[in-house]
């Protein structure tokens, strides 16, 4: 696509649910890159993926946390057991490997709002 | 791994004047160093970028400084304007085969007029 799609763009949960939010990236981009990013707050990374190398985990804040990417393409974001805490914008970006030769860095999405109540 | 500091948090300028942020990152590794504009409710907007091998660079208004020795680097807006007030990050990109990038925390910048 033309840009980088997220879905759902809210979502509220009750805590102890569990949520998908989804990530469509730009088409031919390798890499793919989940954020959080709490109120007020920065750009927590959580976990990214690159071409068919093993995903770099290393930003999970939990085991609840868990991300696939099918194909090489649409990526999901599953949070188990939610909790409050878990209350934050989770933005998505990819990237090619042109856009750090030429520049250009990421191009994120607009963010699925969750809300755990 | 890397870790990016970010200074100041908030910075508040009269219409007209020059702001500045700073950044330091840990990692002598890292070689690319985005600038990222986030307005209200918006995602995050590429501004301007430097590499490792480069001191600095200049957009109209907007220049980025690196100082690899001291793992220092600058974001200069001239001549603000209020519709440079947004939050600001500065990032650090490790090459490691993928491009993993750590953010800094943020600066919120009020431009006056």
């Known amino acids: 696509g033309a840009g980088v799609s997220q879905s759902p763009s809210n979502k509220v949960t009750e805590k102890g649910k569990d949520v998908e939010l989804r990530c469509d990236p730009i088409?031919?981009?390798?890499?793919l890159y989940w954020y959080r990013q709490s109120l007020g707050q920065g750009l927590e990374f959580l976990i990214y993926f690159q071409g068919n190398s093993a995903p770099d985990k290393s930003g999970l804040p939990s085991d609840r946390f868990s991300a696939e990417r099918t194909g090489g393409s649409v990526s999901t974001l599953t949070i188990q057991r939610t909790q409050q805490e878990d209350s934050a914008v989770y933005l998505c970006?990819?990237?090619?490997?042109?856009?750090?030769?030429?520049?250009?860095?990421?191009?994120f999405g607009s963010g699925t709002r969750l809300t755990v109540v | 791994g890397e870790n990016v500091e970010q200074h100041p948090s908030t910075l508040s300028v009269q219409e007209g004047d020059s702001a500045v942020i700073k950044c330091t990152y840990s990692?002598?590794?890292?070689?690319?160093f985005p600038w990222y504009k986030q307005e209200l409710g918006k995602r995050p907007q590429l501004i301007i970028d430097i590499r490792s091998n480069v001191g600095e660079k200049k957009d109209q208004r907007i220049a980025v400084t690196l100082n690899k020795t001291a793992k220092h680097f600058s974001l200069h807006i001239t001549e603000t304007q209020p519709e440079d007030s947004a939050v600001y990050f500065c990032?650090?990109?490790?090459?490691?085969?993928?491009?993993?990038?750590?953010f800094g925390a943020g600066t919120r910048l009020f431009v006056k007029a």
């Open positions: 990032a650090a990109t490790l090459n490691t085969g993928g491009f993993k990038t750590i």
């Open positions: 088409s031919g981009h390798t890499a």
């Open positions: 990692d002598s590794a890292s070689n690319y």
């Open positions: 970006a990819s990237s090619s490997r042109g856009s750090w030769d030429r520049g250009g860095g990421y191009t």
